[in-house]
Nanobody, 124 residues
Framework: QVQLVESGGGLVQAGGSLRLSCAASGRTFSSLTMGWFRQAPGKEREFVAA????????RYADSVKGRFTVSRDNAKNTVYLQMNSLKSEDTAVYYCAARSYGTTYDLKLAPNYWGQGTQVTVDS
């Protein structure tokens, strides 16, 4: 079993930045492909970004490419999502996700584990 705990959400002005963190426990972190999803009110949960166990491969949704950066620190069992140039349409609950082994594409399709979510609100 893997436990995921997100932090770093909050209220930010449009054009601003936030960094989300997700701390993982319960399994060897370096064996996990990690990523982020989000769910806006009235919408389905959607993929945002993913990163391979080594950090060498990343994948992004088209809507966040060039603005968001996913990274990880295997020594700290933590994955990050740096969000810049935030827009009102980025407002959502952001969920950390993990998959035991597999590619970033596999995580996009079917994560094994979820965090509880953290709210990000972008005020325009």
């Amino acid at each position: 079993q893997v436990q995921l705990v997100e932090s770093g959400g909050g209220l930010v002005q449009a054009g601003g930045s936030l960094r989300l963190s997700c701390a993982a426990s319960g399994r060897t972190f370096s064996s996990l492909t990690m990523g982020w999803f989000r769910q806006a009110p009235g919408k389905e949960r959607e993929f945002v970004a993913a990163i391979s166990w080594s950090g060498g491969t990343t994948r992004y949704a088209d809507s966040v490419k060039g603005r968001f950066t996913v990274s990880r620190d295997n020594a700290k069992n933590t994955v990050y999502l740096q969000m810049n140039s935030l827009k009102s349409e980025d407002t959502a609950v952001y969920y950390c996700a993990a998959r035991s082994y597999g590619t970033t594409y596999d995580l996009k399709l079917a994560p094994n584990y979820w965090g509880q979510g953290t709210q990000v609100t972008v005020d325009s």
